[in-house]
């Protein structure tokens, strides 16, 4: 890929907030782009997974945008929507750091390519390997190029790495539960990320599935323009008083933490977050918008049947916390117990549309080669960035930092390790 073999000291796979977060910092930290590391995004231009979203998403509707390094957002008119607010910022970013990002490129798979490289340092423990059965320093992989196997216009392209910093983010991995008879379900089925605007779904009857913020803010959306919404939660509303502050993040963060280091698939973070009770909300529940009638575990040709056994079912599994049945939200208390409702008998439920706004899950299938996975399925990560089993591979937006604040946080800590694991003489400038 390079002229006379030489490798790449770096490839950032993916340019949303965690890898142009990243980017910045190797940059910021002597590496050149384009000279030293490649930042590869598999989109047509800037934006990450926010320019995909949804137009009634503006920056006022979303949670919280966070500023990059080095150069802040401002204050963008609030009605504007954040696709292309976002998007602008980006791509401002990479101009301004001149970080030459490299698009549309999509990484298939990363691999080990048995080829000899400059070993990293991995000089202090807390940046050793942990992976069990690959002991200290020995059997640690951290001597040979990765080898980043791409795809630019329709040609394979393969670039050699010393390191990889994987922020690839979710979008790209829209999760849809499994739910007998769903495949023959004669309407239309989509997901968050298929979303564009409620007048796509005028006068249909619309089965919105899920507890987060998305199905939340579709159902408001939907219920003026559809013939008939249904919300489908296996759990109690989730309304939350919790007020969103940094002691609150923190403590997200920490949960989440928790399971990634021991090598769990992190929780997903709209279910850990909550809804909160803001007035427009509340007005949803008393106009029966906002309700859930429970879960179904069935669906037909032309509808659902909701099913008191999908909730009492999904609780003998674990699925649903000690307190959902008694409508306690898991939480030891139902903070609106007008927004739970589910039919205390089977009942089928006619419908156009299910949306499923069940969420994403993390865009990995490219890193596979590598068997990073742990048998319980996550990834063990021995820091928030840096993944246990393999000491060239660092992964942002993972799991704790799947939020705009985290995956910055992330990117920068992920540049600064990385720079260190490379050791001096990656730095030539
Ligand atoms: P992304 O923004 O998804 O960027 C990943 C990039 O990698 C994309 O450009 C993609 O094209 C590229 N890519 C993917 N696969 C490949 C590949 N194989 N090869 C090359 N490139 C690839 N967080 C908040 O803090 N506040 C919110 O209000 C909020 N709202 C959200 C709403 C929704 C519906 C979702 C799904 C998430 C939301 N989040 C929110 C979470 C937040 O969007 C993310 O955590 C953060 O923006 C993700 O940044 P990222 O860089 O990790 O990923």
């Given at each position: ?19 142009l977060a990243a980017a ?353 399925g996550g990834i063990q ?49």
């Open positions: 890929e390079r002229a006379g073999g030489e490798g790449w000291q770096a490839v950032v796979i993916g340019a949303g907030q965690a890898g910045h910092e190797l940059a910021r930290r002597g590496l050149r782009p384009s000279e030293d590391f490649a930042v590869l995004d598999a989109s047509p231009g800037p934006g990450g997974a926010w320019r995909e979203r949804w137009d009634s998403l503006t920056l006022g509707r979303a949670h919280r945008v966070a500023d990059l390094p080095g150069l802040p957002l401002g204050s963008p008119d609030p009605r504007a929507p954040a696709s292309r607010v976002v998007s602008d910022y980006y791509d401002r970013y990479e101009r301004v750091f001149d970080l030459r990002v490299q698009r549309p490129v999509r990484v298939r798979a990363v691999r080990a390519s048995g080829l000899a490289a400059p070993a990293l340092r991995l000089g202090r423990p807390s940046l050793r390997s942990r992976a069990p059965g690959q002991t200290g320093e020995s059997g640690v992989p951290r001597d040979t190029w990765l080898a980043v196997e791409a795809e630019a216009a329709g040609r394979p392209r393969t670039l050699l790495a010393r390191m990889v910093i994987s922020a690839t983010g979710t979008w790209t991995h829209p999760y849809v539960p499994w739910v007998p008879g769903a495949p023959g379900f004669r309407g239309r089925q989509m997901h968050t990320a298929g979303y564009r605007r409620a007048e796509d779904l005028a006068g249909a009857r619309v089965v919105v599935v899920g507890g987060g913020l998305s199905a939340v803010q579709f159902l408001l959306e939907l219920a003026p323009v559809a013939a008939s919404t249904t919300w489908a939660t296996r759990r109690p509303p989730n309304f939350t008083r919790a007020a969103f502050d940094e002691q609150w993040g923190a403590e997200v963060e920490r949960a989440v933490d928790r399971r990634t280091a021991s090598g769990t698939p992190p929780a997903s973070v709209v279910r850990t977050t909550g809804i909160p009770l803001l007035p427009e909300y509340l007005r949803g529940v008393r106009e029966g918008v906002l309700v859930s009638r429970g879960m179904f575990d069935r669906v037909g040709l032309e509808g659902v049947r909701f099913s008191p056994d999908a909730l009492t079912g999904e609780q003998a599994r674990g699925g649903l916390g000690p307190s959902a049945r008694d409508g306690s939200g898991g939480a030891g208390e139902l903070v609106v117990p007008e927004s739970w409702r589910p039919f205390e008998e089977p009942t089928w439920v006619e419908a156009d549309v299910l949306f499923w706004n069940t969420g994403f899950r993390h865009a990995l299938t490219h890193l596979a080669p590598l068997r990073l996975r742990e048998p319980g990560m021995s820091s928030r960035v840096a993944v246990a089993r393999d000491p060239r591979v660092l992964m942002v937006g993972y799991g704790s930092s799947a939020s705009t604040l985290g995956a910055t946080r992330a990117g920068r800590e992920a540049g600064r390790v990385a720079v260190e694991r490379l050791g001096p003489a990656a730095r030539r400038r």
